[in-house]
């Protein structure tokens, strides 16, 4: 791991950071994105995201020339969990690009592939006969724009992880259940959507997206009350006619929760972690509890001991990135 390295969690309405000197903890920052700079996760301008970037390091004494590691978002990544016979590191290096072959829309070439083992599966003699991979694509050139970025904004880029390996690396770093085989439920109630991720100890298992954010709260208060969603912002904790949305998002979560439990019998998810800017909302908690007997968890009980951000619940992506192996 680097002496010195800042993670960056860049969303659609808030960047967060992290700045760890090996696995020692220093800073954390959050700041509003300007308006329309991300889209869908998507950065719009690399230019105005760098000199964003330059001016935040700068406001917080970050050191100059750090080594920066992003969280990809999902619109830029392909993720799959695949098993496949055993194989040599070269073998996969091959063989890898063809697991994504009918999800991929430019030739191989164009790509950066990688890989995680999370299980080998072994014959009476102890042979491994089948290994199960978490595997990822994401293009050369969306690379290559994000280490230009960083450079112009002063640092090196030195790591660009996928969101479920950020979460895999914060479960191996932090201070979770001692039993490898937990299952957590990690809840990111974000401004676009609802991002739910099963992990197995530190192992990805599924996703799911749910098209339900802190935008849609902000919008309805904003029609309702006829003024700016800047003001709608302001009034969200105080709003009492966003009940409806507050319990279709539970609703959400909850059927979510019950389909795993469903397909997996043998590990019943019964607590989930909420995390994401919507995690500061006291309703959404409420409206979960309201619905269902799920445990809601501070997803402050994840992180590495030593690791305590003021708002812990905007970090956790940003705190994996920064202590991936």
């Not at 997206?209 to 309702?224: E, F, P, W, Y």
Request: proline letters at 5%; hydrophobic letters at 45%; charged letters at 20%.
């Amino acid at each position: 791991m680097p002496s010195n390295i800042i993670a960056f969690d860049i969303g659609t309405a808030q960047l967060k950071l992290t700045w760890f000197a090996g696995k020692t903890y220093k800073l954390a920052v959050s700041a509003p994105v300007p308006d329309g700079l991300v889209r869908g996760g998507v950065i719009v301008s690399m230019d105005a995201m760098a000199d964003f970037l330059w001016q935040l390091a700068k406001e917080n004494g970050l050191p100059r020339r750090a080594q920066a590691a992003v969280v990809l978002p999902a619109a830029l990544t392909f993720t799959r969990v695949t098993e496949l016979p055993p194989m040599t590191a070269g073998q996969l290096t091959y063989n890898l690009p063809f697991e994504f072959k009918d999800y991929l829309t430019h030739e191989k070439n164009q790509y950066y592939f990688d890989y995680a083992v999370q299980e080998l599966t072994r014959d009476e003699n102890g042979q491994v006969k089948q290994m199960k991979l978490f595997a990822c694509a994401a293009l050369r050139s969306t690379v290559e724009d994000y280490r230009n970025m960083f450079a112009r904004a002063g640092m090196r880029l030195v790591s660009a992880i996928p969101e479920e390996a950020a979460y895999a690396a914060l479960l191996a770093a932090g201070s979770a259940q001692p039993d490898s085989d937990a299952d957590h439920c990690l809840v990111d109630v974000g401004h676009t959507g609802i991002r739910m991720y099963v992990l197995r100890g530190d192992r990805f298992i599924t996703r799911r997206t749910i098209d339900l954010g802190v935008a849609d709260l902000i919008r309805s208060i904003s029609q309702r009350q006829g003024v700016d969603e800047h003001i709608a912002l302001a009034h969200l904790l105080t709003d009492p006619a966003s009940l409806d949305i507050y319990h279709r998002m539970a609703a959400e979560i909850t059927k979510a929760v019950n389909f795993y439990n469903y397909n997996n019998r043998e590990k019943t998810l019964k607590r989930v972690y909420l995390c994401g800017g919507g995690a500061a909302i006291p309703q959404i908690h409420d409206a979960i509890r309201q619905l269902t007997d799920l445990e809601i968890i501070p997803i402050s009980a994840l992180l590495p001991e030593g690791v305590a951000p003021d708002a812990p619940y905007l970090y956790p992506r940003a705190i994996g990135c920064a202590l991936q192996d």
